[in-house]
């Protein structure tokens, strides 16, 4: 064969070549054929790559932590998993490192294509997130738990290698920090998001709206370093607070409520609430309300203003909200807004009054949180022995507990009875009452009864005398029966 024929043959094969790669440039063949002596032609328009509709995904900036799957097409020796560094880099399976920070998925494609060149002609790159990292998220305001909170981000599986993001929620953040407080203002949560351009534009939800349509929020989404604040209601609505309790992201009933009661009540001091599904000695069933508290403090007194019951609350922002509860209205009504519900840290002040209507005495004495009290009947009274204690309820009037203790002896003095009250200011009021049993309620002569009033009855003049013979003519012995005669007879003292 002559050297002319073998020049052309070479050149045929040469220009089939050539006019291969020019048809398919993503062959297999143009794909693993490195450059030799020609410099790489610009990276748009040699490398390419995969292009997938995903608007949650092409959204995501990439941040330290994401890891990403970089595939190449047709050289899975070159494909593999990277994830961002702290410093924003990523090392890719080539031994190259590209800055990602702060870029979405589709920006990074370009970058990691670019330097797949140095490989490849014309690489088709395919980048997908593999593991988004967690949300770095604050909450402040209204929240039983303020601070900052890591949130994981699951991928939600969908058709082929299209898979999106699962978002926590901002509902889920609250739960997470414990739930809200019943001072929480829900018609303008606060959220601050970092736009990444220095800028932190904030946007509001009515998440009141949220409860009352039934909805649970869960199209309220959170994005790495947002901060949401709850601010705090201006004023109190019981309806509203009910609402709030009977969601998920509010402090479960079960929570431990640590309250004080002072005031008109027969027990004053901290008490520990918890609510439950079911009712017992420490749990109201439900949620812990007013009354319940009360009944924890062994009820109202008798002179219990009960129409201006203070609670004080300390909110999480600094201030302090009061409301004026009355359990008169709540009695006659059931208007469940004069029961409110109670949270940690809560102040029951019941205040005293010295308008008593004994007719509202009566009827307070039948309510739940009006518990009974304890006096003393002391003397000629037929039920032994002569100290009787009795429980009764907090109307009780002097005569009822003289009859509930047995009434006279035939001995007992029936005109008058001694009657003593320790007042809580430390004094003793002491007088003599005439009796009267077809007397109302009289607080000179016929009071209605306090926790330990002691009642004296004495016995009769005649009776007196009878003592006297009796202890005189005793048997006793000799030595001692005249200085006896003379103490009885009150000529020598004891």
């Given at each position: 064969?002559?050297?002319?024929?073998?020049?052309?043959?070479?050149?045929?094969?040469?220009?089939?070549?050539?006019l291969t790669l020019a048809i398919a440039p993503n062959s297999s063949m143009a794909q693993s054929l490195?450059?030799?002596?020609?410099?790489?032609?610009p990276p748009s328009r040699t490398s390419q790559r995969v292009r997938r509709s995903n608007p949650e995904l092409d959204e995501y900036t990439l941040g330290p932590g994401d890891l990403v799957q970089i595939e190449i097409f047709e050289a899975p020796e070159y494909s593999g998993e990277a994830q961002v560094l702290a410093n924003g880099m990523m090392d890719l399976?080539?031994?190259?490192?590209?800055?990602?920070?702060?870029?979405?998925?589709?920006?990074a494609t370009d970058i990691i294509a670019a330097e797949y060149v140095r490989i490849f002609r014309y690489p088709l790159v395919s980048v997908r997130l593999s593991g988004p990292r967690p949300l770095q998220v604050t909450i402040d305001g209204e929240v039983t738990q303020p601070g900052a909170y890591v949130m994981?981000?699951?991928?939600?599986?969908?058709?082929?290698?299209?898979?999106?993001?699962?978002?926590?929620?901002?509902?889920?953040?609250?739960?997470?920090?414990?739930?809200?407080?019943?001072s929480a203002d829900l018609r303008r949560v606060e959220?601050?998001?970092?736009?990444?351009?220095?800028?932190?534009?904030?946007?509001?939800?009515?998440?009141l709206s949220y409860i009352q349509s039934g909805r649970r929020g869960q199209d309220i989404t959170l994005r790495d370093g947002d901060a949401l604040f709850i601010p705090t209601a201006e004023r109190i609505e019981e309806e509203r607070v009910r609402q709030l309790a009977a969601t998920n992201f509010a402090v479960a009933e079960d929570s431990p409520r640590s309250v004080v009661v002072v005031g008109a009540v027969n027990q004053p001091g901290n008490y520990v609430l918890i609510?439950?599904?079911?009712?017992?000695?420490?749990?109201?069933?439900?949620?812990?309300?007013?009354?319940?508290?009360?009944?924890?403090?062994?009820?109202?007194?008798?002179?219990?203003?009960?129409?201006?019951?203070?609670?004080?609350?300390?909110?999480?922002?600094?201030?302090?909200?009061?409301i004026i509860a009355n359990l008169w209205e709540f009695l006659q009504t059931g208007d469940f807004e004069n029961d409110p519900i109670l949270q940690n840290g809560d102040t029951i002040v019941v205040p005293r009054t010295d308008a008593i209507d004994s007719a509202e005495v009566a009827q307070l004495a039948n309510a739940s949180f009006s518990a009974s009290i304890v006096v003393y009947v002391v003397g000629e009274v037929n039920k032994a022995p002569s100290i009787r204690t009795l429980e009764v309820p907090t109307n009780t009037t002097l005569n009822q507990a003289i009859l509930q203790a047995g009434g006279f002896t035939d001995d007992a003095n029936r005109d008058e009875v001694d009657f003593i009250r320790l007042n809580p200011d430390g004094t003793v009021r002491q007088e003599t009452i005439e009796l009267d049993f077809a007397r109302g309620i009289d607080e000179f002569e016929n009071p209605l009864l306090r926790p330990n009033d002691i009642i004296v009855i004495s016995r009769s003049g005649l009776a007196r005398v009878t003592?006297?013979?009796?202890?005189?003519?005793?048997?006793?012995?000799?030595?001692?029966?005249?200085?006896?005669?003379?103490?009885?007879?009150?000529?020598?003292?004891?």
């Open positions: 064969m002559s050297f002319r024929v073998l020049r052309c043959l070479f050149q045929s094969t040469v220009s089939l070549t050539l490195p450059y030799l002596e020609d410099p790489p032609p399976p080539i031994g190259g490192r590209v800055y990602v920070e702060g870029l979405t998925i589709p920006q994981e981000i699951p991928l939600k599986a969908q058709s082929g290698l299209q898979r999106g993001l699962q978002y926590p929620t901002v509902p889920e953040l609250i739960e997470l920090a414990g739930g809200v407080t019943l959220v601050r998001r970092n736009s990444g351009n220095g800028k932190e534009p904030s946007f509001y939800i009515d998440l609510g439950g599904p079911s009712r017992s000695e420490l749990r109201p069933g439900g949620l812990p309300t007013l009354t319940f508290a009360l009944e924890q403090a062994g009820g109202i007194v008798t002179n219990a203003d009960v129409r201006q019951v203070e609670i004080r609350r300390i909110t999480q922002t600094g201030g302090e909200q009061i003592d006297t013979l009796e202890t005189i003519f005793s048997p006793a012995p000799e030595i001692n029966s005249f200085m006896r005669i003379l103490e009885t007879l009150g000529i020598v003292g004891d």
